[in-house]
């Protein structure tokens, strides 16, 4: 399963951005997704993940109330609604595919490729 993360982008805080990934297969649809971001120097971390049906979701506490995973199965596609986004929500951000859902990387097989958002203050 190949991944294509959307372009991120330089914003204001306070500003929203949504991210989109688009799977290349139809299978991935029965895949688990996440998001993970990474700082330059730091292990990639959790941010939010959605069940091969979208029934369920978790979120990392630091972005609970502000950001929204979702994901259309006939467009192979997830998202990432960000909203009153800060400046320590700046990072390098990772869609992932996984066969069951999880909150570590480790768990999860697909990458796609770093998308950089930057919340400037």
């Known amino acids: 399963v190949q991944l294509q993360a959307s372009r991120g982008g330089l914003v204001q805080a306070g500003d929203s951005l949504t991210l989109s990934c688009a799977a290349s297969?139809?299978?991935?649809?029965?895949?688990?997704r996440g998001w993970f971001r990474q700082v330059l120097g730091n292990e990639r971390e959790f941010v939010a993940a959605i069940s091969w049906n979208g029934d369920t979701t978790y979120y990392a506490g630091s972005v609970k109330g502000r950001f929204t995973i979702s994901r259309d199965n006939t467009k192979r596609t997830v998202y990432l609604q960000m909203n009153s986004l800060k400046p320590e929500d700046t990072a390098l951000y990772y869609c992932?595919?996984?066969?069951?859902?999880?909150?570590?990387?480790?768990?999860?097989?697909?990458w796609g490729q770093g998308t950089l958002v930057t919340v400037s203050s």
């Open positions: 297969e139809r299978s991935s649809s029965g895949y688990a």
């Open positions: 992932g595919a996984a066969p069951v859902l999880r909150t570590t990387h480790l768990a999860y097989d697909y």
